[in-house]
Each structure stands twice: as C-alpha cells, then as structure tokens.
C-alpha cells in the first residue's frame, strides 16, 4: 500500500503517521525526519538543508527526490509505505509518479488533512512549551513562512491528487482518535 499524508505543518500528519506503522506495518518515510537525521550526523547534505529548513523554505527537489527513491524501494519490500511531508511541490508529486510507474506501483490513498490555520499557531506554541526538545523551525515566525510555503508550492498539488480520484480529506482538528478512525475508514481496514 503507498498512502501519502497531506497538510500544513502542524497538522498531526506525523502523529497518524506513526499510528499507521504500528497499525498496518507500513514504513513511514518522511523526509523531514530523513533531513534532521543528516543535521545530527553532521553529513554535507545535513550542512546544506539546516539553514532552508530553519527559515521555513523547501529543500531543492532533486535532493529530495534521490533521498526518497532508495526508500521507496526498501519500504515497498515491507508491506508499503506512508509517504509524510513528500511530495511538497508538483514536481515532487510528477517525479513520484514516474517512479512508481518504473516499480509498477500506484498510489493507494492521498489522505489531506485539513485544519484551521488559526490554530496551528496556539498548537506550535503549545508543543514549545511542552517540549525541552524545541525543534529549531517550531516557532511561529517560521510557522507563518512555512504556511505560505505550503500555500504557494504545495497546496497546488491538492487538484492532481484530486483529479487522478486518489483525493480524501479528512478534518485535521478532531481528536487524534477521531483523526485515526476517519483514515481508518479511508483505508477500509484494506488489507496491506
Ligand atoms: P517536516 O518535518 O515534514 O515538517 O519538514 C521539515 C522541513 O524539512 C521543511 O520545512 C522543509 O524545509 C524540509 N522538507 C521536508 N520535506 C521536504 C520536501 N518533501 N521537499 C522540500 N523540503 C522538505
């Protein structure tokens, strides 16, 4: 099963995303998580994406892109892969697509996850103070540049997602159990 997670930051995609592993034994991909591995462990890649990631932007696609496909295939081994925070751009969305064409895959599910952008505010600021470990994009200055960034690159790939009939959406600001149960229902409890 290839799922894919769409929406702002903040809203909870890596939360379901990590109940969906468990749940079903998919790998979870996420490049965010795949950027901060290279910052800790100091690689040039890390060094490159550090300063992009800190002020909200997005990291070049052709970066993203070569990251993505080795785990694409080791994930797709498994029983499938959730795809969270990728893709971000309409490039990232047609060069998926082509390399799932070459594995003679297709995309099960594109799970949007919509929330009141109000309050992924209060949420950032909640998650700082609940947190020793404050990520350094986790604040609201880079929360509003990381919202535009989302507006402006990857919400457009919303409509192609649509148009293939690959498109559900989901009410991001339920409770997480809420949230899980309507993915559940998405996904029909499918076998993976
Ligand atoms: P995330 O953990 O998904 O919120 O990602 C954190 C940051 O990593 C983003 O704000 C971007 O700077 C970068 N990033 C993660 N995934 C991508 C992607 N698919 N394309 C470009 N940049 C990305």
Known sequence: ????????????????????????????????????????????????????????????????????????????????????????????????????????????HVIEMQVDEQMLADRIVKRAAESEQVRDDDTVEVLQQRLKVYHDSTAPIIPYYRDKGALSVVDGMQTIESVASAIDDIIGGQEV
């Open 1 to 108: 099963m290839i799922l894919i997670l769409l929406g702002p930051p903040g809203a909870g995609k890596g939360t379901q995303a990590t109940r969906l592993m468990d749940k079903y034994g998919l790998v979870q991909l996420s490049t965010g998580d795949m950027l901060r591995d290279a910052i800790a462990k100091g690689t040039e890649l890390g060094k490159k994406a550090k300063s992009i990631m800190d002020a909200g932007k997005l990291v070049e696609d052709s970066i993203i892109l070569g990251m993505i496909r080795e785990r694409l295939v080791d994930g797709n081994r498994k029983n499938g892969v959730i795809l969270d925070g990728f893709p971000r751009t309409l490039t990232q969305a047609e060069e998926l697509d082509a390399m799932l064409v070459d594995m003679e895959l297709g995309i099960d």
